[in-house]
């Protein structure tokens, strides 16, 4: 029935027009879209608010770069020239691949990068058969092949595989990765041009296991 009340009073709203056709064409013009603009809100209230991802100011910015990473807030905090140059939210590590935390450098850049340990895995068809594989872990079918998981703007921090680049935050305020700090795509280019080879990262704190407060609701190489 509540369905119904738009549409019966967008029909009442246009019988009155009928009615005083006569009287006044823009008062009925000015009631049509005071009626349009309540249903609008009306469906805009139904669709929960997405939680903003990140804020950038650094191309304002001069000077060399670093990165603050907070895993119990899963955001990192972009510096240039010790000036905070913007923050991010970020997925690290769910737990059992725990992101590691100390202070690191970027030890190696590439634009695109593929997943040597996660991935998916093709059958001869070229059908996806796994969503979750794992190299060496899971069988490859005859004919098929495994495929990594894509890994924009990789940023290496160890030796182990673990590093910054492109990746889903399914739950911002949420780990999500195998180990690795993933950023929005936007902000992983961002870092990705102002950090050099040997700029710093240091990570802090202890990721959550259950959303926190006030947070909005792919792994090592």
């Not at 990165?67 to 807030?73: A, K, P, Q, R, T």
């Not at 905070?84 to 695109?112: C, D």
Request: glycine fraction near 12%; include cysteine.
């Amino acid at each position: 029935m509540r369905l119904l009340l738009p549409t019966l009073a967008r029909i009442a709203s246009g019988a009155a027009c009928v009615l005083v056709f006569s009287g006044s064409l823009s008062s009925c013009a000015l009631n049509q879209r005071w009626m349009d603009r309540r249903e609008a809100l009306a469906k805009a209230n139904l669709e929960p608010a997405k939680p903003q991802l990140f804020d950038w100011r650094g191309d304002l910015v001069p000077g060399p770069a670093s990165v603050n990473i907070v895993l119990s807030e899963q955001k990192a905090y972009i510096f240039r020239g010790g000036q905070e140059a913007g923050w991010t939210y970020l997925a690290s590590g769910v737990a059992g691949h725990n992101t590691p935390t100390g202070t690191f450098t970027i030890m190696e850049k590439q634009e695109r990068k593929s997943s040597n340990l996660y991935g998916v895995i093709e059958n001869a068809s070229g059908a996806v058969i796994d969503w979750d594989a794992k190299a060496g872990r899971d069988p490859v079918p005859a004919g098929g092949r495994f495929v990594g998981a894509p890994m924009p703007y990789w940023m290496r921090l160890t030796s182990g595989g673990i590093g910054m680049h492109a990746g889903p935050i399914p739950q911002p305020g949420m780990p999500a990765s195998h180990g690795c700090i993933r950023l929005p795509a936007e902000m992983a280019a961002k870092i990705f041009q102002v950090a050099e080879v040997g700029t710093q990262v240091t990570i802090t704190g202890e990721a959550p296991t259950r959303l926190v407060a006030g947070a909005g609701g792919s792994g090592a190489e």
